[in-house]
């Protein structure tokens, strides 16, 4: 799927999805409001007819209009009451807006109820004409507050707009995770096919490769053997320079195994073994060398942690490390020593030589970089490609007394 197929694929669904969930707060409030206006104003016509009977019994037996109000002034859902003559004089009025009237003038078309915006809040007032007995008809205006209705509107919008919220930035973080692990997808597909290029193109170089070195191994195989004899059969003078010739046909010999083996995929045969293992492989194995040489050689075994490895392998790298190691170094020794840390091997190997400078860390991993005169750069590079065929990484530091660390860290195995 393509970047602005998956931005429509996603965006365009979330955002109908809260669009049409603000519509349909919107005509909820709406019809909530409509609903309650139409409960009320059923309510107070009922109320005002009630109250318009009574009042024009009250009236024609002489009550003054004001005594008549009085007895109504407590009801709890009426919230004023007001008599008005034709002239639109207030007789008498009732009102639990603290001493304020909310009444205004009926407006055109003559209906029996309307709204009327006050500092009180929206006030839903009622109309009932009343015959007073001498031929005037009285309107008793009867109001009921809104504002209870509009803070339940407003609570409801506002929870609707932190509902609202609440959607969008769960839409947005599932959106941005989802985008995110689609992103990493792509990456993952074209670091995968990149890396199908470049294992191909490496076959095709590592045979290619093969073949020219063994070309060119059968003459140098040949020369040497005339060196051999002409070594035998040659004068004294010239039997010198034979045998100088078939060392240098020898080194050439030497350096393309070496540049074969660099290219030749490696082929792991993996087993559940202690970490261990391969580590004293290694180490009795480079232990000869280092004697010869009056180094030392420490190793302190960690606890037994296993994992999955190639035995020879996983030995070879850890002796080509040593080796170095014990080159590099004239006097003290080397230090071996194997951890556990967060499910992982980490084995850690100390030199006494002088140390790799800053700048070289990475690069003495690169194939045919050393700094020794008779070295090939290859037993690094060697390691790091077992290393790292094993899932592992490698690193180079300095150490505390001046020499070098190379650490590898391997992925656990449960056992």
């Known amino acids: 799927?393509?970047?602005?197929?998956?931005?429509?694929?996603?965006?365009?669904?979330?955002?109908?999805?809260?669009?049409?969930?603000?519509?349909?707060?919107?005509?909820?409030?709406?019809?909530?409001?409509?609903?309650?206006?139409?409960?009320?104003?059923?309510?107070?016509?009922?109320?005002?007819?009630?109250?318009?009977?009574?009042?024009?019994?009250?009236?024609?037996?002489?009550?003054?209009?004001?005594?008549?109000?009085?007895?109504?002034?407590?009801?709890?859902?009426?919230?004023?009451?007001?008599?008005?003559?034709?002239?639109?004089?207030?007789?008498?009025?009732?009102?639990?807006?603290?001493?304020?009237?909310?009444?205004?003038?009926?407006?055109?078309?003559?209906?029996?109820?309307?709204?009327?915006?006050?500092?009180?809040?929206?006030?839903?007032?009622?109309?009932?004409?009343?015959?007073?007995?001498?031929?005037?008809?009285?309107?008793?205006?009867?109001?009921?507050?809104?504002?209870?209705?509009?803070?339940?509107?407003?609570?409801?919008?506002?929870?609707?707009?932190?509902?609202?919220?609440?959607?969008?930035?769960?839409?947005?973080?599932?959106?941005?995770?989802?985008?995110?692990?689609?992103?990493?997808?792509?990456?993952?597909?074209?670091?995968?096919?990149?890396?199908?290029?470049?294992?191909?193109?490496?076959r095709e170089l590592s045979g290619f490769t093969a073949g020219v070195a063994h070309e060119i191994k059968n003459p140098l195989n040949s020369l040497v053997l005339l060196c051999e004899i002409m070594e035998k059969k040659a004068p004294e003078s010239l039997a010198e320079d034979a045998a100088l010739g078939r060392i240098e046909v020898q080194k050439i010999a030497r350096i393309l195994d070496q540049f074969s083996s660099i290219l030749r995929p490696i082929d792991l045969r993996l087993e559940t073994i202690p970490v261990s293992v391969p580590v004293g492989d290694a180490v009795e194995a480079v232990r000869p060398a280092a004697e010869a040489k009056g180094i030392s050689v420490q190793w302190t075994p960690g606890p037994g942690l296993a994992v999955r490895a190639d035995r020879g392998l996983l030995a070879q790298a850890l002796f080509n490390i040593l080796r170095n190691g014990v080159e590099a170094s004239e006097q003290g020794g080397i230090s071996v020593r194997v951890e556990s840390k967060k499910s992982q091997a980490a084995i850690s190997i100390e030199d006494a030589g002088p140390g790799i400078p800053e700048e070289n860390r990475e690069r003495v991993f690169e194939p045919f970089f050393s700094t020794k005169a008779e070295g090939l750069g290859v037993g690094l590079f060697l390691a790091r490609k077992i290393v790292e065929a094993h899932g592992g990484r490698i690193s180079a530091s300095c150490g505390r007394a001046g020499g070098s660390v190379f650490r590898i860290e391997l992925p656990g195995e449960k056992t």
Do not use: C
Not at 23 to 51: M, W
Not at 81 to 110: K, M, N, T
């Open 1 to 202: 799927m393509r970047r602005r197929e998956f931005l429509a694929f996603f965006i365009l669904p979330t955002a109908g999805i809260l669009i049409l969930f603000f519509v349909q707060a919107t005509l909820n409030r709406s019809f909530i409001r409509n609903r309650t206006e139409a409960l009320v104003r059923e309510q107070l016509t009922a109320s005002a007819r009630i109250l318009g009977i009574e009042l024009e019994q009250r009236l024609a037996t002489g009550v003054i209009p004001q005594a008549a109000l009085d007895r109504y002034a407590g009801e709890t859902d009426i919230y004023f009451l007001a008599l008005v003559d034709p002239g639109g004089s207030v007789l008498a009025w009732s009102s639990q807006f603290e001493g304020y009237l909310p009444i205004a003038g009926r407006p055109a078309g003559d209906p029996e109820s309307w709204m009327i915006d006050s500092p009180a809040g929206t006030i839903l007032n009622v109309v009932r004409s009343i015959p007073a007995g001498d031929g005037r008809d009285f309107s008793l205006h009867l109001g009921y507050s809104l504002a209870r209705l509009d803070e339940m509107l407003a609570y409801s919008r506002r929870s609707a707009l932190l509902l609202f919220t609440a959607l969008a930035a769960v839409g947005l973080l599932i959106f941005s995770g989802i985008y995110r692990m689609h992103r990493a997808s792509l990456s993952r597909a074209e670091e995968a096919a990149v890396e199908r290029k470049e294992k191909e193109r490496y």
